[in-house]
Nanobody
Framework: QVQFVESGGGLVQAGGSLRLSCIAS????????MGWYRQAPGKQRELVAR???????NYAEFVKGRFTISRDNAANTVYLQMNSLKPEDTAVYYCNAPTLSGPTYLGYWGQGTQVTVSS
């Protein structure tokens, strides 16, 4: 059974930091590019950052220089370090395995973790 369990969100003031974690199970974690998505109220889910199985990273323009994605294959875990947070970063954050045609596990989204940034 594929499962993603996200954690680490919370309420933080603008300029603050949070570190998100996502533990994946039911997949061969080490072979997948892994990524973090977010969905703000009334908006579509969007890809924030991704990390390949070799450790190469890519970021959406709106988080470049502020967020850092990393992974621990031994622990089946992907992380997102978020610094210099802005109110517009407020969203529910999810992890999955992105591909060029979309998330690999489209029907297996976790519960997400809420990030709220106050101004």
């Amino acid at each position: 059974q594929v499962q993603f369990v996200e954690s680490g969100g919370g309420l933080v003031q603008a300029g603050g930091s949070l570190r998100l974690s996502c533990i994946a199970s039911g997949i061969t974690f080490s072979i997948h590019t892994m990524g973090w998505y977010r969905q703000a109220p009334g908006k579509q889910r969007e890809l924030v950052a991704r990390i390949s199985r070799s450790g190469s990273t890519n970021y959406a323009e709106f988080v470049k220089g502020r967020f850092t994605i990393s992974r621990d294959n031994a622990a089946n875990t992907v992380y997102l370090q978020m610094n210099s947070l802005k109110p517009e970063d407020t969203a529910v954050y999810y992890c999955n395995a992105p591909t060029l045609s979309g998330p690999t596990y489209l029907g297996y989204w976790g519960q997400g973790t809420q990030v709220t940034v106050s101004s």
